[in-house]
């Protein structure tokens, strides 16, 4: 068995799925000097997230985050493809894609022929079992959860979950990464939604019977928690900005996982997603996003 590669080792980091998540990856590990490969299923979806990467960074310049140089070279560090052969110098590959459990497995069992046998692969699953995960591929020792917040430049937590066979250096690697890349890492054990989803999934979903039992409107129920906890958005604007498809997969986790009725998803969540008013990104959930202002839809 070959021994995980120390943080000094990773120069090339493999990105799977270039959506608001893997982006946001990219952006970091880029502007923290890694060489960043992106691979998603169509070229349009890569031409949008370097685009997005180059908005973001171009906003942080424009508020004095970040210096133009600093911007200029860490754009030329991103390169984009549409297949795993980009992967196969990378010291390290995370996988970004859709919460749907059965998507990450075909992409695990298809990755694994492309890698050195050193390469560490990590998930950026929000729910999903990290030990089962792993059971696909080649390397379960190897195999780890390096679970980002979104927006992933703004937010400064990584959870980092060890499966069950996750050896320590690759632990440690992630963990040093973690801090490489400006973030700090918490551990956290191999259970559904680790932490912070098993604590903020349940209020968002709670938010949601509220306004399906009629307790308060949208933006009541928003500014309560906004004015009322000091909560940076409310729970529905927070919702839309995860993905209420996100926000489902996240509770039947729960759900199923814990085998308990406190995680049931809220059926008007499910409506929601069901009518693929997913959020923002969809341009319609708890709110319009499609007028000027977010107008709240119930
Ligand atoms: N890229 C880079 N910078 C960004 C950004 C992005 N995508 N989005 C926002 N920013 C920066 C802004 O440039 C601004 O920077 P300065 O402080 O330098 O001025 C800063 O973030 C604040 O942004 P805004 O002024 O535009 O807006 P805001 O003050 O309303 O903050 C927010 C926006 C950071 C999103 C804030 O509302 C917030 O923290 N919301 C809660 C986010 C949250 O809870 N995330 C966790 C979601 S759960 C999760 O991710 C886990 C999961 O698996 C589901």
Redesign the pocket.
């Known amino acids: 068995m070959t021994t995980a590669p120390t943080p000094q080792t990773i120069k090339s980091v493999g990105i799977i799925g270039g959506g608001q998540?893997g982006s946001?990856i990219a952006?970091v590990c880029a502007l923290a000097g890694y060489d960043v490969r992106i691979t998603d299923v169509s070229a349009e979806a890569l031409t949008k997230a370097v685009a997005g990467i180059d908005a973001?960074?171009t906003?942080?310049v424009a508020?004095?985050?970040v210096t133009e140089e600093a911007k200029n070279a860490a754009m030329k560090l991103i390169s984009t493809a549409p297949d795993y052969a980009i992967f196969k110098d990378c010291d390290f590959v995370i996988e970004a894609a859709t919460e749907r459990e059965e998507i990450k497995r075909e992409i695990f069992k298809k990755l694994t022929p492309y890698l050195k046998p050193s390469a560490i692969i990590a998930t950026n699953t929000?729910?999903i079992s990290i030990t089962r995960l792993a059971a696909v591929t080649d390397r379960p020792e190897h195999f780890i959860g390096m679970?980002?917040?979104?927006?992933?430049?703004?937010?400064t937590l990584v959870e980092v979950i060890r499966g069950i066979a996750t050896d320590e250096p690759t632990f440690e690697t992630v963990r040093d990464m973690s801090v490489k890349l400006g973030k700090t890492p918490v551990a956290a054990e191999d259970f559904p939604a680790f932490i912070?989803?098993r604590i903020?999934?349940p209020m968002i979903n709670e938010a949601i019977y509220v306004l399906h039992e009629g307790v308060g409107s949208v933006e009541a129920i928003d500014n309560a928690m906004h004015l009322g906890a000091n909560?940076?958005?409310g729970p529905l604007a927070?919702a839309d900005?995860?993905g209420l498809d996100?926000?489902l997969s996240?509770m039947q986790v729960l759900y199923e996982g814990l085998a308990d009725s406190k995680y049931r998803p809220c059926p008007l969540l499910v409506k929601y997603v069901e009518a693929g008013w997913l959020g923002k990104k969809a341009g319609r959930g708890f709110y319009d996003y499609r007028g000027e202002k977010p107008v709240p839809t119930r």
């Open positions: 998540m946001g952006h973001n960074m906003r942080q508020r004095g985050r929000s729910s679970h980002f917040m979104n927006p992933v430049p703004v937010m912070v989803n903020l999934l909560h940076p958005m927070l900005f995860i996100t926000c996240i």
